[in-house]
Every structure is written in C-alpha cells, then in structure tokens.
C-alpha cells in the first residue's frame, strides 16, 4: 500500500522533472531556431535564398553577404550605425555618471524631482519626439548628421545608463571613500583611485546598453536622416525594393553585435532592474 | 568647491539635456498639432480622426497590444519561476533568453519574414509535410490572419526578453524565507506562486507592464515589412503623414494622440497594480 503510493510519487515527481527539462529545451528552441533559419539564409547564395524549398543547413556561400557589402551604400551606412551608436555611448555616460554620483552620495532639496523626471523619460513613446525635433534640427543645421541623431539616442539611452549605474554606485559602501578621505584623499582622487575601479565593469555595461539602444533604434534614425542613413533606417527605406538575400544579410548584420553585447552585460542586466523597480 | 553646491551642478548635465531634448519637443509638437498657421484649432485632430485609414490603424494598433501583451506576461512568468528554480545551466538559459533583448524590431520582422515568405521555411516545412502542394504567399491580402499572426509571434519572439529580465530581477529580491515558511506549513508550489510570488512581485509587474504596452503602442517597424499597407498602425501613419504627405501638423496630431493612449494606459496599469501603503520587501 505504502510502497504503490511512493512509487507513485516517485514516478509524478520524474514526469514533473521531464517536463521541466522539456519545456526548457522548448523555449530555448523558441528563440534559437527562428535566428538559426536567418543565419541559413544569409550564409546560402541569393540563388538559393530566392528558390523553394529550403534547405535547413547553411551551404556557407558567401555570395549573399558580398551582395551586401557591394550594395551602394550599405557600408557607408554600417559606417554611419557604428558612428552614432559610439557616440551616443560616449555621451550617455559622460552626462548620466555624475548624475548617478550625486543621487547616490547625497542628500539635496529636489532630488525627488529629479529621479521622477529621469523615470518620467523611460514611460514615454521616445522615438516620436524625433518629429518635432527634426524641425529643431533644421534650423540649428544638426539635421542629417551623426551627431544630431546621437543627441536623439543619447536621450533614449541616458535614463537606462542612470538606471545601471546607480545600481552599482548603491551597492559600494560609502565607508572605503570615508577612509580614502581620512587618509588625505580629496573627493575627486577618491572617487578616481576608490570607487572608479570598482564600478568600471558596471559603466561598461551600461556604454555597451547605450550602444545597443542606438544601433537598433529605427524610427528616430529614419526621420531625423536622409543622406547620412544609419544601417536600420537604410533596409527599411530599401525595404519594398531590396531583394530578400539581401534583407536577410541586412537582418543578420544587425543581429550578430546583439549576440555579442547581450552576453558581454548579461550579469549587469539584472542588476539594473532590480533597483529601477524599488 | 563648496559641497552644497556640488549635487546641483553634477545633475546639470542631464537635467539641461533633458529639457532640450525631452521637455521642449514635448512643448514643440503640442503647439504644432494645435495650430495650423492661423492661431488655436482642432483642425488637425479633426483631420486624421476623420481619414478612413485611423479607425483601423487605431484598432489594429490596440488588438495587436491586446493579443500580445498577455502572452507576453504569462510567458515571462513562466520563464522566470523556472530560471529561479534552476541550478546547473542557469546562466546559460538565461544568456539564451535574453537574446531577443538585443535584437532591434526591425532585425525581428526580418527574421520572421524569413519563415513566413513565400519561398520560406514555413512553406518549406509545410510542403514537406504533404499539407500544401505549391508555396503559398502567407503574407498577402488572402490572408489576413495570417499576417496578424506573423505580426504577433514576432513581437511575442522579439519582447518578452525586456519583460522576463525585470520579473526575474524582482523574483530575486523576495527573501526565501517566505517560501521556506510555506514549506513548513505545507503550501503546495502552486500556492505559494500565487500568495508569495505574485503579491511580492507586484512593483516588478507593474514597470514590467507600463514599460512592454508603451512599446506595444510604438510598434512600427515590425509591421512595415509582414503586413506592409495591409496592416496600418497608428506610428506607421505617423511616418506617412510626415513624409508621404508632408502634413506635419497631422502628424503632430497623431503624436499627441498615441500619447494619450500610453499615458491612459500607463495610469490604468498603476492604479490596477498599486502597491498598497506601507507594505514592502
């Protein structure tokens, strides 16, 4: 009697942990396999991308990705993708670091005011400012460069980099700077010989979140350029005409630093919300 | 440097940004909609409200938030009881998770266009199955089911990454100690999922929430290429009016309008998912 019921309980619990496993497998599959069927596509010759049916394994032509590379200005465009990403990641963490420096280490009149008004960016539809900006733009001759579409995705990355960085700058005690002050440190050689090193790993992270931002934002980039095109606001201008090996290699092009820059901040990722959310 | 000072003048840098390119657009498009270069009008809300094509982007734009956010949360949930619950293999899992978090709408649409084209996957599949003779063209008017489907797993591919990294973040502020009690009283998973987890993860569901609807309503380049015209949203219009058209007026208009529908939605999250006074971690 004893024993049918703890086999039975033996046998739910190795059913339960099947399931588990599977389930697992199952969604990791959910989000590899579609990316698997892209890399098919652009490592195959546009041949064979525009015949049917496919095949499920590369034939490692690189006949598509030289497509790619020959199309005018495709590269100009990568050019310019890598150029406003770096600058914009540059740029959020100059102006957000010290911000995140003064909201963790003091107390001062309107510091409320200013975490809601850093919140209040993150709960609105950002890329839409984009319109009226562009306007802005045009007067103050920053339309269709680099740098105006950074400032634009600067605005866009700063509250995630605060967001990160405050994180971090919480979780060093204030005591190792208090010490560094006693032993004749000012607050700035303090913060470069004490906190700088500890937090270095974090500030990269969020550069490299910024830098993520920018690279796959498509809307600001397609409003705010029109001769000096970011690489996503180029396939969807191209979108209706450009054939599908080339979409594809377009597509894969944009994926590959993801792959890279997700697992690079994949300790930070958690970090950061789990202080925003408090 | 006098250190009363100092806070102010470290927080100046993003608080003038901020103003510059936060605040004054905001001010900016406002006055656009309401004017039409002869003082204070509705003409331009009048305008796009009245074009046959805003019911439908308004209606597709909030059935694609209504089919897809639910999904959305469920999943994430799901995923995030099951990484929390995960020994060897962790990282990896979660590193595999979080890809989609990397990967713009744009590179998303693209991807699923891959399986759902004519010469695609999902018609190579089918056909290899024996269930369709020749490939059929999924992403046309004859099929608009079909295209809404597309749109939809691709956003559900794309989104629940953003999703699943806050809920996971905040499963691993609950202290153990709650669940350890529920043990000691024999409190079934189940239950102690939705008397511990659920309430203590409340202020995670609700960034969760308002973040992925305000980005459901942004939807934009997902849909350019699945559905193209044949599934017009309301930040797709947005574009069209500025640069198909040049009314910018209008698209002012349309701006303040989707807006109001986050800024509706975004108060409803937070008066639904309010954490009651007093009571925290």
Known sequence: MTDTVLVDAANTRKWGRYLYISSVVLLCAWVLVPIYFLMVNTLSSPETVNSFPKTLVPEFDLGSLTFFAGFAGMLTALKNSVLVAGMTMVMSILIGAPAVYALSRFEFRGKSTFRLLILLTRAFPLPLLALPLAVMFIRTGLDDTAFGLALVHTTLAVPFAVLITFSLFSGIPIELEEAAWTLGCTRLTAFTMVVLPLIMPGITASAIFAFVISWNEVFAAAVLTIENRTLTAFLLQNLDTSPLHLKFAGGFILVVPALIFIFAVRKYLFAMWGIANR | ???????????????????????????????????????????????????????????????????????????????????????????????IWTIPLGIS??????????????????????????????????????????????IALAEIWRATAIMLVILVAGIGLIPKEYYEAADVFGASKWKQFTRITLPMLRPSLQTALVLRVILAFEIFAVVAALGGTLFPVLMGETYTYQFDLLNSGAAAAMVLVILAISIGFTLIILRILRVPKGASI
């Open chain 2, 1 to 95: 440097m006098n250190a009363r000072y100092l806070p102010y003048i470290l927080i100046l840098p993003v608080t003038l940004f901020l103003c510059v390119f936060f605040l004054y657009p905001f001010v900016l498009v406002a006055q656009q909609a309401f004017t039409t270069g002869s003082g204070f009008t509705f003409d331009n809300f009048r305008e796009i409200t009245s074009h046959w094509k805003f019911p439908i982007s308004l209606t597709n734009t909030l059935l694609l938030a209504a089919a897809v956010v639910p999904v959305q949360l469920a999943l994430a949930l799901l995923m995030a009881t099951m990484v929390s619950r995960m020994g060897k293999g962790r990282d990896l899992v979660l590193y």
């Open chain 2, 105 to 150: 709408d744009l590179a998303a649409e693209l991807i699923w266009l891959a399986i759902f084209e004519q010469s695609g996957f999902l018609n190579t599949m089918m056909s290899g199955l024996g269930v369709i003779d020749k490939p059929v063209n999924f992403l046309s008017y004859e099929h608009p089911g079909v295209v809404f489907l597309a």
